[in-house]
């Protein structure tokens, strides 16, 4: 049976965690393919709101086994911790969530230089979330990082502990003058740790690729979105992993032949957290208005999210990197009042028009958008249940993406409840 994998198209918060929830009713396992608890994935329903960080949206469904794989960078602490919630809510974990033993560690030293160094950054910091996902990834790949297997033996993790703190103390004090961390405090934390993520820690790659020879469907959530790509994105005001379609291959080994859906999570709108150019970005009533009705802040740190009109040389060029074969438009209630939906079908450049989404930050930062406008709608969206009753300008908006992006809209949701969305069939116009 199939991959399919659930991205967001444009710079994290398109509103995964929902579709993702939605999906997984009909599906086997959920698997988390990069990032770590810089996400934040709400999900919504009996008027509850739950935030996940690292546990996949699936695990509220008793039939969905949950993976975080060997792509995600993982904060003992905050996995823990999101256990022991999930618990709590009634929802029992056991034998229904595998974490993967090469999966990455995030440690104290990793957000404490980050911190340092987003300090020192000053006005060019990245905005980061503060969770140490950059500097775990260096570690990863500077091949000094310490994995979920190293948890289960106390000895070799004491070894690498010391020796990982020694360094980062001597990095912390002599370059970024700032204070040093107990290494004793931190190994004797830690080595404790090892009962706890004992019953979860697997070889996730060869659950997934023998499920999946079991005839299982397995949905891959991506987190952030693929305008944060540490390649494809807006770098270096990126996040430091593979959101896009190649990260679920290497995230969690399943082979590229094995996923036979992309769908791209595209919100009516656009938004973006932390620093780094947004060409579309309204510093006016019209962006406040989005922020307030569109609840726009972010769901890890609580900071307020840039919004602005969406952008379609943006969203053309992460289909084109994702090659997604449907797409789920979320937060479409959001506009509903509004007289006038704005898009951005090109950018405007040194005097001269392109469509080609920019690499160059320089660049980036100082293209004009070119708009087209489109007619708002005032009704109310929630009497709708199927396309054909919505609204006929909000089915022009959403013919208009659809027919602009070349891919079809099988999702369309309106509200944070499970309720509140549209399922559009494949002969349907939308
Ligand atoms: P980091 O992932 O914490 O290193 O942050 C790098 C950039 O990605 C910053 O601009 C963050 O605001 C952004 N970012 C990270 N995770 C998310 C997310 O889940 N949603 C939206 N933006 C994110």
Redesign the pocket.
């Known amino acids: 049976m199939p991959v399919t994998v659930v991205i967001g198209s444009q710079?994290?918060?398109e509103g995964k965690g929902k579709i993702v929830d939605l999906l997984s009713e009909d599906l086997d396992i959920v698997a988390r393919y990069q990032?770590g608890a810089?996400?934040?994935h709400t999900i919504c329903w009996d008027d509850k709101e739950f935030v996940l960080h690292l546990v996949p949206s699936g695990i509220f469904h008793d039939n969905t086994t949950c993976v975080i794989g060997n792509g995600v960078v993982i904060d003992p602490a905050a996995v823990i911790e999101e256990i022991k919630t999930i618990e709590e809510l009634g929802y029992s974990v056991e034998g229904r969530l595998h974490i993967s033993h090469n999966a990455h560690l995030i440690m104290p030293y990793h957000k404490a230089v980050?911190q340092a160094r987003e300090r020192l950054r000053d006005a060019d910091a990245?905005?980061?979330?503060?969770?140490g996902?950059?500097p775990a990834y260096m570690d990863k790949f500077a091949r000094t990082g310490i994995r979920m297997v190293d948890l289960l033996d106390r000895d070799t993790l004491r070894k690498k502990l010391k020796q990982a703190i020694e360094e980062k103390n001597t990095l912390l004090k002599s370059v970024y003058g700032a204070d040093e961390l107990d290494v004793d405090a931190i190994v004797e934390e830690y080595v404790e740790f090892d009962k706890m993520v004992d019953p979860y820690v697997t070889d996730t790659t060869q659950y997934l690729n023998r499920a999946l020879a079991d005839g299982k469907h397995v949905l891959a959530e991506g987190?952030?979105?693929s305008l944060?790509d540490v390649d494809f994105g807006t770098y270096p005001?990126?996040?430091?992993s593979h959101p896009t379609v190649g990260g679920c291959c290497t995230g969690l080994g399943v082979p590229p032949t094995a996923v036979n859906r992309v769908i791209g999570i595209v919100k009516a709108y656009s938004t973006?957290?932390?620093?780094?150019p947004f060409p579309t970005e309204l510093n006016d009533d019209a962006g406040e208005r989005l922020r307030k009705v569109g609840h726009e802040f972010?769901?890890?740190?609580g900071?307020p999210r840039r919004c602005g009109w969406l952008d379609l040389v943006a969203l053309r060029y992460t289909t084109q990197v994702n090659g997604f074969t449907e797409l789920a438009v979320t937060k479409l209630d959001v506009l509903t009042g509004m007289d006038e939906i704005k898009v951005c079908t090109r950018y405007r450049y040194n005097g001269k028009e392109t469509g080609r989404f920019p690499s160059e930050t320089q660049t980036l930062e100082r293209v004009e958008p070119i708009y087209e406008s489109l007619p708002g709608w005032s009704e109310n969206l929630q009497e709708a249940s199927t396309f054909e009753e919505l609204p006929a300008n909000a089915q022009s908006y959403l013919e208009y993406l659809q027919q602009k992006l070349n891919v079809r809209i099988s999702l369309i949701s309106m509200g944070p409840k499970r309720s509140q969305t549209i399922a559009v069939p494949p002969q349907v116009a939308a």
């Open positions: 710079w994290g918060d990032g810089n996400a934040g980050e990245i905005g980061t979330t503060g969770r996902i950059g987190a952030q979105g944060l005001y990126v996040t430091s973006r957290v932390g620093n780094g972010g769901a890890t740190t900071r």
